[in-house]
């Protein structure tokens, strides 16, 4: 059975950081493209970043380039999310996924985790 866990959320002021950590099990987990992805109430989910199975390739939400930076350890089945320069409209529920197939920023990865808050405070 396929396991994904967030952890390394919480609550940060405005132009901290944060780190997310996102372990898998259950899978091969360098043969699976994985992302982050974010929902904020009442908002849809949208993609934050994601990485290619072996990640030499990344892509990134407009609103994120150049303050997260997403990166694997294979050897270590993780994945995470280095979160600098947040801001307040970074509040959401981060959610890690993982498929074979490389959606990007598309939320149709096959396997989810349940997410880890991150709110940032003014």
């Known amino acids: 059975q396929v396991q994904v866990v967030e952890s390394g959320g919480g609550l940060v002021q405005a132009g901290g950081s944060l780190r997310l950590s996102c372990t898998a099990i259950?899978?091969?987990?360098?043969?699976?493209?994985l992302g982050w992805f974010r929902q904020a109430p009442g908002k849809e989910r949208e993609g934050v970043a994601c990485i290619s199975w072996s990640g030499t390739s990344t892509y990134y939400a407009e609103s994120v380039k150049g303050r997260f930076t997403i990166s694997r350890d294979n050897a270590k089945n993780t994945l995470y999310l280095q979160m600098n320069s947040l801001k307040p409209e970074d509040t959401a529920m981060y959610y890690c996924a993982a498929d074979r197939i490389d959606w990007v920023l598309l939320p149709k990865y096959t396997y989810w985790g349940r997410g880890i808050q991150v709110a940032v405070s003014s």
């Open positions: 259950g899978l091969s987990f360098d043969d699976y493209a």
